[in-house]
């Protein structure tokens, strides 16, 4: 069906950056919405940023002005910019896609694996 793998995450220290890559690949007719979610020890997982493929944006509010998000729809990928990273953007970083498949037909929603980011000095 579809695949979502991401690449990038790491060790960083505090105001350092990093990027994220995830690339889709399968049984895809086109991809709606592309997007970055994280989840921290304890905590549900949250919304980072998201991109349709128009290209409008929506980011979480406490990484507004740091991070960027940003896709190429001819290669189904998505990417995010994460610069003056702080200890708490410390998470699993999870890609997520809205597909719309060819086999089967259809959409549905399709999450990678998870890519750890851990800030810290």
């Known amino acids: 069906q579809v695949q979502l793998v991401e690449s990038g995450g790491g060790l960083v220290q505090p105001g350092g950056s990093l990027r994220l890559s995830c690339a889709a690949s399968?049984?895809?007719?086109?991809?709606?919405?592309m997007g970055w979610y994280r989840q921290a020890p304890g905590k549900q997982r949250e919304l980072v940023a998201r991109?349709?493929?128009?290209?409008?944006?929506n980011y979480a509010d406490s990484v507004k002005g740091r991070f960027t998000i940003s896709r190429d729809n001819a290669k189904n990928t998505v990417n995010l910019q994460m610069n003056s990273l702080k200890p708490e953007d410390t998470a699993v970083y999870y890609c997520?896609?809205?597909?719309?498949?060819?086999?089967?037909?259809?959409?549905?929603?399709?999450w990678g694996q998870g890519t750890q980011v851990t800030v810290s000095s």
């Open positions: 997520n896609a809205v597909v719309h498949t060819i086999t089967p037909i259809g959409q549905g929603n399709y």
């Open positions: 399968g049984s895809i007719f086109s991809i709606n919405v």
């Open positions: 991109i349709t493929s128009g290209g409008s944006t």
